[in-house]
């Protein structure tokens, strides 16, 4: 062995002696006093990255209430001058969405009851969603106009103005539309999905107990029941026809009576205005100035408040994809 072997090999041994030794009670502390240390430097790494969480999270709390203060008011815009008032239809219609019919009842009567709106334009941009939301718009519009009989309402088409959408717009006095719009989907739809081979082939047992024969309808974890079909056939067609019956009260003899319109198909604007589903094109500029002779126009659409904004309304969105994931379906207008 080499005398620089023979020196490693010393170095070694001391090193491991020094670590195997027992420790000085001096030692000891010397090591729990970094520990310490090192725990203390870590906490308040913490509770300085807490901090600043909260500083920007309160300096952007700051910023939107000083550069958007209006959307902290529930009130209603204020306008001393003539104007064409808008409410924004956009995004699915659903009872905790931008566009449920709370949210939207709220915009239109405030913009029927302002005193110098000229005119109301309800601006479309929505695929559909529930009838019971669309429903109760349309009746609101039906009972605000029989209340402002001066007081017209339009109901402007832009991307997209289908089933449950089209089913409010039919509430307006005149419907406009772009040439590229698509309109129309006067149909009724319960989706979901069926898991029972799927079930079968893992080996799965699906145990449900109920009272009621039919209680356990529509379970996508059971074969379907003929008779249980046909009966919720009947449910999605009676929907239906209620919104036959408003698209037509609504329309009037201006709609093409043909059953093709009612078959859940949709056209493009130019199209929906030979079929009378619509009563021209234009965009809601063109309406607020060459129909109802006003250039100014004042948005009544309800705010998000903030919360809203922050959260994203996560719970009902996790919900949703829940009763998607298991094939719960609703009925929609869609």
Do not use: C
Not at 162 to 191: F, H, K, M, N, R
Not at 240 to 264: C, E, L, P, T
Not at 288 to 307: D, F
Request: net charge negative; proline share 4%.
């Amino acid at each position: 062995m080499s005398e620089d072997d023979s020196k490693t090999n010393e170095y070694q041994q001391n090193d491991r002696n020094r670590f195997n030794r027992p420790r000085t009670s001096k030692e000891w502390k010397l090591i729990e006093k970094m520990v310490m240390s090192s725990q203390d430097e870590q906490r308040k790494a913490r509770r300085w990255g807490i901090f600043f969480k909260f500083l920007m999270f309160g300096y952007l709390f700051v910023a939107l209430m000083v550069f958007n203060p209006g959307m902290w008011s529930g009130d209603a815009p204020s306008e001393s001058s003539p104007h064409v008032a808008l409410v924004d239809l956009s995004g699915p219609i659903m009872a905790d969405s931008e566009a449920s019919a709370d949210r939207l009842v709220k915009g239109i009567r405030d913009a029927f009851e302002a005193e110098n709106s000229r005119g109301v334009i309800i601006r479309v941009n929505s695929p559909g969603g529930s009838p019971v939301q669309s429903g109760l718009v349309y009746r609101e519009v039906q009972r605000l106009r029989h209340e402002y009989p001066d007081k017209k309402v339009y109901a402007v088409i832009t991307d997209i103005g289908a089933s449950g959408a089209y089913y409010i717009a039919a509430s307006a006095d005149e419907i406009y539309a772009d040439p590229a719009s698509l309109v129309g989907s006067i149909g009724v739809i319960s989706d979901g999905f069926g898991f029972v081979e799927a079930i079968d082939k893992l080996g799965v047992e699906r145990r449900v107990f109920n009272a009621g024969a039919n209680k356990a309808m529509l379970d996508p974890f059971q074969p379907v029941d003929e008779e249980q079909k046909a009966f919720f056939s009947t449910i999605l067609g009676d929907v239906h026809n209620q919104f036959i019956d408003a698209v037509k009260a609504g329309r009037g003899d201006r709609i093409k009576d043909d059953d093709i319109v009612f078959s859940g198909l949709f056209w493009s604007g130019r199209q929906a205005l030979d079929l009378g589903l619509v009563d021209g094109l234009a965009s809601p500029g063109q309406v607020a100035r060459e129909v109802i002779g006003e250039e100014k126009i004042v948005n009544y659409t309800p705010r998000v408040s903030p919360l809203e904004a922050l959260t994203g309304r996560l719970g009902v969105s996790m919900a949703d994809r829940v009763m998607a994931t298991l094939g719960i379906g609703t009925i929609q207008l869609k």
